[in-house]
């Protein structure tokens, strides 16, 4: 298992102004209480499938969706409520999606892994480790192809950079100098395997020496860390053309998912990643430089409290999908409303 | 073939191909072309001869070896609004990509609720014959088919090679569109750079009373040499080319057995679970008061291709089985 980066390896905490560490403090704190509050609605039977929590993960999130413009395209994994919520994805939305009602961000044909928010460049969460990063260099692709000075961030977990696609995307956007931020999420465990059961290599930044593109490990416990890190490399992406890889070392609380009781980690090493978690410590940097009161964080706890329950009620009062929606989108230019498609041969004449 | 209509020139099927590209790169700026060793070197099978010439590396890009790579790529700049037309090598590499193909383009739409669409063709040569082996020689058309979010094409005709990739291009969903190399040098005339060929419309291309046979892409020249054979002895058999498998226009090919009470199906892919088996089941649903004899399939071999001259031509459909066939089915419903 990783340890975090010590100090001296992370770069200098930029001059962030007030307002946004504020800001993201509170988009940290939103999703870990949106997350704590779906784990429940889980446990009542009110969400489905699996749901998988970034419950520990969530400076990673903030700090590298906030570096960027909102323009800037990003797909995640299956890990992805906090990034809709980074990206200011309605709450009501993104609950009412794992409710699988209609008003959910893509109208219950999705769930927890896959969200998107193509209105905000969120471009979605998929289910396949690893399958999504070919996806962001086509969106890089896209704004090199026309000439445009957006970034793509891919954001992945330990688990796909031993996935083939990974290395092959790698050498695709060095080899054309497409603007793609790779952004590893390495919350050191690939389901139940460690990184070093998994890896020969485990620090796993130095995937990018292969393709002699630039990278660096940061620390994904510490927003501001992330935060630098991220707006350094979309600086580099638009100024130089050139990709990068980010590691950033994070935990995850919680099991793989729901479903995973988390039995084989250790009890210590649980502790210690807790010792470290953003709320206490980024909470720490906030009130030592006052940059936030006690008043400011209660405000802040409460308005997430109730922007949650309000989601949750929304979620419950929304009407589930219609059944007639169940073969919308399948096509843009569909022949057949058909939800057995040709199968049921309704357009053949007597 | 007399019911395409025709401009002067006759062209081959690759050059109708190159023709349809190149008439949409010149209509569309969104339309770039990826695939490995399709400028420099113009193509494995030349369909892209002189398009990087024409129009430069930012629109015809070669790529490195790495099917999932740029498939997924072309995904992404698809739904980011570009129209990415991706040549696959061959079919082969296509199983490569699969998880790319059937995870991401055929769900993307779907799973997240019509806020992105995924204009894409992906070119691929298939079929076989030329002696390449067991991992060069598939026909997938089953493949694709079964998959909700795809769009299958199966031309057989320069004319209809050029008019469906038009029609490919332009459509907002991802379409796989198989050629077959054992066509790229058959002539034929093309249309205009604005006769597009609908999708899901098959073409009858020989009329005939007394069996239908259903065929695809170079079994629909298989399946006419057939009907010659069989017209020497009385026997007149009606042609019905699908030209896309997803969507499969059934009425044409239903109005066909209804009149013929005789069905002979003929699929370059293995038997089972195949094309072939699909389209039997759909006349049996649709036709099956009409029908006066079991449907006859005709497949390849159920074997890996093998390479030996003798023993690849015995595992693939040949006339002479598609006229048996009709002989079959027609002796048990005499």
């Known amino acids: 298992m990783a340890d975090a980066p010590t100090p001296q390896d992370t770069i200098p905490a930029p001059a962030a102004d007030a307002d946004l560490m504020r800001q993201m403090f509170a988009t940290i704190h939103l999703i870990r209480t949106f997350e704590e509050r779906a784990a429940e609605e889980y446990m009542r039977g009110n969400i489905g499938g699996f749901l998988h929590l970034a419950i520990g993960e969530e400076a990673a999130v903030v700090g590298s969706v906030m570096a960027l413009r909102p323009t800037d395209p990003i797909t995640s994994t299956y890990r992805e409520h906090g990034q809709a919520l980074a990206r200011g994805s309605d709450p009501r939305a993104v609950m009412a999606e794992l409710f699988g009602r209609a008003t959910g961000l893509c109208g219950g044909h999705g769930g927890s892994m896959h969200l998107m928010d193509r209105e905000r460049f969120f471009f979605g969460g998929y289910g396949i480790v690893g399958g999504s990063v070919p996806l962001a260099v086509g969106l890089g692709f896209a704004i090199s192809y026309r000439h445009e000075d957006g970034v793509a961030l891919v954001m992945f977990g330990d688990g796909a950079t031993n996935q083939g696609v990974l290395m092959e995307s790698m050498n695709m956007a060095k080899l054309w100098n497409l603007p793609v931020i790779f952004f590893c999420l390495n919350n050191q465990y690939g389901m139940g395997t460690a990184v070093d059961r998994a890896s020969a290599e485990t620090e796993l930044f130095k995937r990018a020496d292969a393709f002699d593109m630039p990278s660096r490990r940061v620390d994904g416990m510490d927003v501001m860390a992330v935060y630098q890190a991220v707006t350094d490399a979309a600086h580099h992406a638009r100024t130089e053309q050139e990709p990068s890889m980010i590691e950033a070392i994070a935990y995850r609380y919680r099991g793989h998912s729901m479903s995973d009781p988390d039995r084989t980690r250790p009890e210590e090493e649980k502790a210690r990643w807790h010792a470290r978690d953003p709320l206490i410590t980024f909470e720490r940097v906030l009130l030592g430089e006052g940059t936030v009161t006690a008043e400011d964080l209660t405000a802040i706890r409460d308005r997430n409290s109730s922007t949650v329950e309000d989601a949750v009620a929304f979620a419950n009062d929304s009407p589930v999908a219609d059944d007639a929606t169940l073969a919308d989108d399948v096509y843009a230019h569909p022949w057949t409303d058909d939800p057995r498609g040709s199968a049921e041969m309704p357009q053949v004449r007597p | ?334």
């Open chain 2, 1 to 334: 073939m007399t019911t395409d209509a025709s401009t002067a020139a006759a062209v081959s099927y690759r050059e109708a191909l190159t023709q349809a590209m190149r008439e949409e790169l010149e209509r569309d700026p969104n339309v770039f072309l990826i695939g490995e060793d399709i400028g420099l070197f113009e193509g494995s099978f030349k369909v892209t001869r002189g398009l990087l010439h024409e129009f430069g590396p930012a629109r015809v890009v070669d790529t490195p070896i790495s099917e999932a790579g740029f498939v997924g790529l072309g995904i992404g700049a698809a739904m980011s609004g570009l129209r990415p037309v991706i040549e696959l090598m061959t079919v082969n590499f296509s199983i490569v990509a699969m998880d790319q193909i059937v995870n991401n383009a055929a769900k993307v739409r779907y799973m997240f609720g019509g806020q992105v669409s995924v204009p894409l063709v992906i070119r691929m040569p298939g079929g076989a014959g030329h002696q390449l082996g067991a991992q060069h020689s598939h026909s997938l058309e089953a493949w694709f088919t079964h998959v909700p979010g795809l769009k299958v094409v199966c031309p057989s005709t320069p004319y209809d090679a050029k008019g469906l990739l038009k029609t490919a291009i332009r459509d907002d969903d991802p379409v796989i569109f198989l050629e077959s190399e054992g066509l790229y040098a058959k002539k034929g005339p093309v249309g205009g750079p604005d006769d597009l060929v609908p999708f899901g419309q098959a073409i009858v291309r020989r009329s005939g009373a007394h069996c239908t046979i259903v065929a695809l892409s170079r079994m629909v020249w298989i399946a006419l040499d057939a009907a010659d054979t069989l017209a020497a002895e009385g026997i007149e058999c009606e042609v019905v080319d699908p030209r896309t498998t997803r969507p499969l226009d059934l009425q044409t090919i239903a109005d066909s057995v209804r009149r013929t009470n005789h069905c002979v199906v003929v699929d370059e892919g293995w038997p089972e679970c195949g094309l072939a088996a699909n389209i039997a089941t759909h006349v049996y649903e649709a036709c099956f008061d009409w029908l006066d004899a079991p449907i006859v399939r005709v497949n390849a071999a159920d074997v890996p291709m093998p390479y030996a001259r003798n023993l690849e031509q015995a595992a693939l459909p040949r006339q002479e089985d598609v006229a048996a066939a009709v002989r079959a089915t027609l002796a048990r419903g005499a």
